[in-house]
């Protein structure tokens, strides 16, 4: 049974930084594509990120890009999510998922979900 845990989430300023991480156990974590999600309050869940097997594809969606960056460990069983210059607009659960994603993706483009970690941005 696949399992993903997510950490690093917590309150920041505007403009600040954060490092999320999702430590993957249960199934073959360099054979999956990955991506972070989120959902603000009231809103729909966004795609925001998604990275291929060894990295070979990396995609954002716009509200991020240029300010996030998606990475992997294979070694460790790790996604990472770097986020730069946060705004308060960035609060929200952030989620990894086992899955590709992308700008025209639907739920069934995920199989294994984590928790979810809390980022909130504000002064």
């Known amino acids: 049974q696949g399992q993903l845990v997510e950490s690093g989430g917590g309150l920041v300023e505007p403009g600040g930084s954060l490092r999320l991480s999702c430590k993957v156990s249960?199934?073959?974590?360099?054979?999956?594509?990955f991506s972070w999600v989120r959902q603000a309050p009231g809103k729909e869940v966004e795609w925001i990120s998604g990275?291929?097997?060894?990295?070979?594809?990396?995609t954002y969606a716009d509200s991020v890009r240029g300010r996030f960056t998606i990475s992997r460990d294979d070694a460790e069983n790790t996604l990472y999510l770097d986020m730069n210059n946060l705004k308060p607009e960035d609060t929200a659960v952030y989620y990894c998922?086992?899955?590709?994603?992308?700008?025209?993706?639907?739920?069934?483009?995920?199989?294994?979900w984590g928790q979810g970690t809390q980022v909130t941005v504000s002064s």
């Open positions: 998922a086992e899955g590709f994603g992308g700008s025209s993706w639907t739920r069934d483009d995920f199989g294994f």
């Open positions: 249960g199934f073959s974590f360099s054979r999956y594509s």
């Open positions: 990275i291929k097997q060894f990295s070979r594809d990396i």
